[in-house]
């Protein structure tokens, strides 16, 4: 470039000699070059705008792509940091108290059909009749032939269905993944379990959802990818809960019961060692739910949580134990027994009669209802129903299975004087066995609640205090003496010091009024007495058993002998050790003179 | 100067090409033999969880019952009762071990002349 210089002399000496100013020329010149000088940075400015705008709009393309990419790519779990073992997609399975499974998946697979893909849709038909014996051969051709494009054959086949169904060789004919759930101890604790089925169905897998028992109730925490790796543990014990299925269904059997449930638990935590309820049902094979008839005959009806029934004069012991507990009496005091116990039209009858006047704990032996109601005088309505909801007669028992919400108990619409006096000893407050299972447990454990549960626990799990200690004390020596002298001789189990109570209930008919002939007798028990560790009930639906020349059905010739051969069965299994019972210490009287 | 630098910087690249791709051949291999590994862990876990099933299966106490009477000659097994309990101090101490002199200055004899006739 040709630099002009800015005062050059060929241009100042003639403006000189003209007598102008060559200040201009320069400052022309100056101009000139500033022109210049603009013109060239404006260029520079300009490219590297262009610069910056191409970099920018590389970078925004760049961004995006990889977005739009991102978008339309199928997700894919990130190789490098997957953890693996952490999460599993199947459902987390279910183990007792000792790790033994009671749940667990299988992997297998469901068959469907595409017609417009098979080759010989008259062979394949054929082919799948033979394989799975029930389906019907015209159908599948119909349906093969016919516009559908997808069908679905089987939900679950075994490999062997697989393998014969591969051998037909159609290509219309294919196999998805499924993941079935499978309890593989068969009808043990079938109603605790409940079952589980499938909810939405894809062909490469299909949602298992829980539809009763535990799996309903924990279906969430199941389900959870998480959780796939820790089952959930119940307070079941495998070994305990057979040997219990196995003694109650043959007790069952011998009283020519309906329908037998027992309820054992452990005092302190609140755990439910085992809970049966008979006849039962296969978990892997849920029969459907009735839709008519008694709700109660079904195999799926939990009578130990869904039973509500009048549990008769296992009651009686509440009685005795809250009149002890306030002091109005002690165990000793006299009270007239003499009957029948008239109010207005209604009158109370003993079994039969037992004297003009008994101890209060020979009206726990005896099973006098008139000496209990006159103690619920005493006690008054107010206390009387404060009591028994603290014991949670009131509500549905906190148990976790999704059938126990619908277990609430019947309560009367009117709580009268008279009421107070019934429900003392068992009638007009209709219960499930799992209630009289934790109202007993409070009185085996020193006073206080425990709710039943379904959960492992560590250690004991004591809810707030509804007895004295002293109380509950008074009243497990009646319970004892009822088996040693009374209604439950039956009941004794040398070693284990059984207390407990008999009751025997008229079953209510559907329309109102009482069966003559048809009773719920139970007996409630713990064991060993003089420091119970386990409450056990059981309850029999309709006993009747020829014996002694007549036919027994009260709970002392029925639930009685058959809760005796569980005790025996089941307690050293438990682990407890048959020991000689502390007797009575001689009481010393102290005399002056 | 200026060229060594050029020449340098030139050299430089190659080398970190050259790194950059071992490295993501590297990677991927890695990359293929975790999922290798995964997908050996997934089924090694379907196995296991199949054989575990199994064996609950194996061992539901229906069956072992069912066992136990079939076997009943042979094993004698019962149910467990309460009078089975023992005490250890009913178990009868081991009687111990006669202790055998060392046998010392052995005498040869022999029964050979009473053998013949």
Known sequence: MIRTPLRPLARILPARENGENPQAIERENIRQRHEEMQIRARARAEGRLLVMAVAFLCAFAVVGGRMALMATSEPVEPLANATGTAIAAQRADIVDREGRILATNFETHSLYAQPPQMIDPVAAAKGLAKIFPDLDEKRLLEDFTGKRKFLWIRRKISPEQKQ?????????????????????????????????????????????IGVAGVEKQFDAYLRDPANGADPLQLSLDLTIQAATER??????????????????????????????????????????????????DSPLFNRSVQGVYELGSTFKIFTAAQAVDLGLVNSDT?????????????????????????????????????????????????????????????????FEIFEAAAGQPLLPKNWSELSTMTIS????????????????????????????????????????????????????????????????????????????????????????????????????????????????????????????????????????????????????????????????????????? | MRSLLYVLTALSVFGLAFWAYRENYATQQVLSDTQRLQRDIGAAQVRLSVLRAEWAYLNRPDRLAELADINFSRLGLLPLRPDQ?????????????????????????????????
């Open chain 1, 425 to 593: 000893y068992g009638h007009g407050l209709s219960t499930s066995p799992m209630h009289l299972a934790a109202g007993y447990a409070t009185i085996a454990n020193g006073g206080h609640y425990v709710s039943p549960t379904i959960l492992k626990q560590d250690g004991p799990q004591y809810g707030p205090r509804v007895l004295s200690d002293s109380a509950a004390a008074a009243a497990r020596v009646m319970l004892r003496k009822v088996v040693t002298e009374g209604t439950a001789s039956f009941g004794e189990v040398p070693g284990y010091a059984v207390g407990g109570k008999t009751g025997s209930a008229d079953k209510p008919k559907p329309r109102g009024g009482y069966y003559k002939d048809r009773l719920i007798s139970t007996f409630a028990t713990m064991f060993p007495a003089h420091d119970p560790k386990y409450v056990l009930i059981v309850t029999l639906d309709e006993p009747s058993i020829y014996s002694m020349g007549e036919t027994r059905r009260t709970a002392g010739w029925t639930a009685v002998p058959i809760a005796a051969e569980l005790i025996g069965r089941v307690a050293p299994l438990l682990g407890l050790r048959p020991e000689v019972e502390p007797g009575q210490l001689a009481g010393i009287t102290l005399t002056s003179n």
């Open chain 1, 164 to 208: 014969a169904v591969h051998d037909l060789g159609d290509p219309g004919l294919l196999f998805g993944p499924r993941e079935m759930r499978l309890y593989p101890n068969g009808k043990l604790a079938a109603h605790v379990l409940g079952g589980a089925s499938f909810g939405k169905e894809g062909v490469s897998a299909a949602e298992v």
């Open chain 2, 85 to 117: 309990f023992g005490r250890v101090d009913e178990v009868s101490f081991p009687q111990p071990e006669e202790i055998l002199l060392p046998i010392t200055n052995a005498v040869d004899v022999s029964t050979m002349e009473e053998q013949q006739p």
């Open chain 1, 247 to 296: 003694v109650l269904a043959g007790g069952m059997k011998l009283m020519n019961a309906k329908g037998a449930t027992s309820v054992l638990m452990d005092v302190h935590t609140g755990e439910v060692i085992s809970v049966v309820s008979l006849p039962s049902f296969d978990p892997n094979d849920r029969p459907h739910a009735p839709v008519e008839g008694d709700p109660s």
């Open chain 1, 334 to 398: 006299i009270i007239d027994i003499r009957g029948p116990l008239r109010w207005g039209k209604f009158r109370i009858k003993d079994y039969k009669n037992y004297g003009n006047e008994l101890s209060v704990t020979k009206i726990i032996v005896k099973s006098s209802n008139i000496g209990t109601a006159r103690l619920a005088q005493q006690i008054g309505t107010k206390r009387q129903k404060q009591f028994l909801a603290a014991l949670g007669m009131f509500d549905p028992t906190p």
